[in-house]
Structure formats: structure tokens, C-alpha cells
């Protein structure tokens, strides 16, 4: 564990929600830290978020940060409810020393969880919604009684724009999501249970095609598609796609390849096809 000087006397840090106090009487010297109620998260985890330095006067500003970044840690876990508290106490060391060290209390309270997942529409209905929910279900990494970790939950998100662009589908993206408290399952341990809600945007089905391409074949064209599909098209994807075309031929050495659109729209359906 990390050893620090703090430099202040009856120095008390409490940080549960956003309120934080400080308070500092006089200059002194921490030789250690020590970690005090963690057991969701490793000692590793923790220590990577400490700023205090050891051997060094400790810092005020590091020490509210290392409160805060702890807190945030937490609750990238799924522990939203942590509360984190430092203090200055007075140990006497093995060699019969008196020495100061800087305690970091954690409550960390009890973790949120997925008790349930629901996939929701955002703007105008689609007619094949519920088979696209129930395939977006089959491909979730996250599932019923995982924590609500937010690195899980972002890939999640990601794994629904790419499901959805992979069926044609350009914008698509989750525009929200949201929590409802929800009933404990049977025979799960006690947290905070939660159903998790992703409020999905599809954005226009597009599709494509091409005429009068004799260099290079349909599938290299639509291999390039693909391959901007999984970047992720900007709002003018067209005109991206066109300036990808043109620079795949002039690199082959058709210098003087022209390109042009055409687009057909159905508005009441959001479907588009796009012709190069």
C-alpha cells in the first residue's frame, strides 16, 4: 500500500454524493495511506487512483481529487451509492514511532444491477420493430443480473448501432438510456435492481446500388461501404461514399472517372436507395 505525508492536522475529507468538506488546522508530514472497507474492487484498482504522493506534504487539492476519483470508480463498477471518506489518525509504528496516517474509508453500499432489459423506439414506428428488438436482444453482452458497469454498458450501445447498420440502417443510434427500479428476481442476492431501457433512433434505411462500374466489381464497392459503415458515415454519407469511389478508380488510374447520384425516397417508410 502507498505510504504519503499529508500536510494537514484534524484534516476530514467526506465525499458521498457531491458534498465535500475540508478541513486543515496545520501543516504536517503522512507517511502512509491506508485503505479501509474496499472489497468490491482490488487494492490495485484503488492505489491507480490515488494522487497523494508519499514521502511528500500532501497536497489538499490531490487529496480531493484522489476522493473524487475513487467515487467515480466506484460508480463506473456499478456502485453508485459509494461513499468515500478520508482522515488524519495517529499510529504508532512497529519501531514504537508515532505516524501519521492518511485513511481512506469507503462505504461502498449496495450495487446496482440489471433485472431486466427493454429495447424502445424513439420517433416513428417500424413495421419489423419487434423482430429487430428481439434480434438487438440476442446480441447483448450484458445480461440479467450484471452489474451496471459503464465500460459494459457503453459497449452495449455500441453493439445496437452495429446491429442496426449492419440491416441498413444509417444513423442509427441509441439516444438514451434509462433506469427504473425494478423488483429483486428470485433467489438473487440484495442490490439495487434495475430494469435498463435503450431508447433506440434507427434513422433511414438505405440501400445501394451501382451501374456502369466494369473495374471493379460489386462487392469491392460494397466492401468499401462496409468498411465506412463500421467507422461510422457523417451526416453527408453520400458525398462520402462518391469521394470514396472516385478515389479508389484515380488510384487505379482512371484519372478522368466521373460519378453521380441518383436517390429514391419512400418518406412514409424512411427508406431510401441510393444509385451511383
Known amino acids: 500500500m502507498k505510504s504519503i505525508h499529508p500536510l494537514f492536522i484534524g484534516l476530514g475529507l467526506v465525499l458521498a454524493g457531491s458534498s465535500i468538506e475540508v478541513k486543515a488546522e496545520s501543516r ?4 502512509e495511506i491506508e485503505l479501509v472497507g474496499v472489497q468490491a474492487l482490488s487494492p490495485e484498482d484503488i492505489e491507480a487512483s490515488i494522487e497523494v504522493v508519499t514521502g511528500a506534504e500532501l497536497d489538499r487539492a490531490r487529496l480531493v481529487r484522489t476522493a473524487q476519483n475513487i467515487k467515480d470508480l466506484y460508480f463506473a463498477r456499478g456502485y453508485d451509492k459509494a461513499a468515500i471518506r478520508t482522515e488524519l489518525v495517529r499510529k504508532k509504528s512497529s519501531s514504537g514511532q508515532i505516524e501519521n496516517v492518511v485513511q481512506i474509508q469507503v462505504s ?36 440479467v443480473g450484471d452489474l451496471l458497469d459503464q465500460e459494459k454498458l457503453q459497449l452495449a450501445r455500441r453493439a445496437i448501432q452495429d446491429e ?7 444513423g442509427a443510434r441509441v439516444v438514451e438510456t434509462k433506469l427504473a427500479a425494478a423488483p429483486m428476481p428470485a433467489g438473487s442476492e440484495p442490490a439495487s435492481w434495475n430494469e435498463l431501457i435503450f431508447v433506440v433512433e434507427l434513422g433511414d434505411r438505405v440501400t445501394f446500388g451501382f451501374q456502369g462500374n466494369e473495374a471493379f466489381s460489386k462487392g469491392e464497392i460494397n466492401a468499401w461501404i462496409d468498411e465506412m459503415r463500421v467507422v461510422g458515415f457523417s451526416t453527408d454519407y453520400v458525398s462520402s461514399i462518391r469521394e470514396r ?13 466521373e460519378v453521380e447520384t441518383l436517390t429514391f425516397e419512400k418518406q412514409q417508410r424512411r427508406e431510401r436507395h441510393v444509385s451511383f
Not at 469511389?245 to 472517372?257: F, T
Open 164 to 170: 442496426l447498420a449492419s440491416r441498413e440502417f444509417v
Open 245 to 257: 469511389i472516385l478515389l479508389e478508380y484515380r488510384n487505379s488510374g482512371y484519372g478522368n472517372v
Open 108 to 143: 461502498e453500499g449496495q450495487p446496482s444491477r440489471i433485472a431486466s432489459l427493454n429495447f424502445q423506439l424513439a420517433g416513428p414506428e417500424e413495421e419489423d420493430w419487434e423482430d429487430l428488438r428481439e434480434e438487438i436482444s440476442k446480441r447483448q453482452t450484458l445480461k
Open 28 to 31: 504536517l508530514i503522512v507517511q
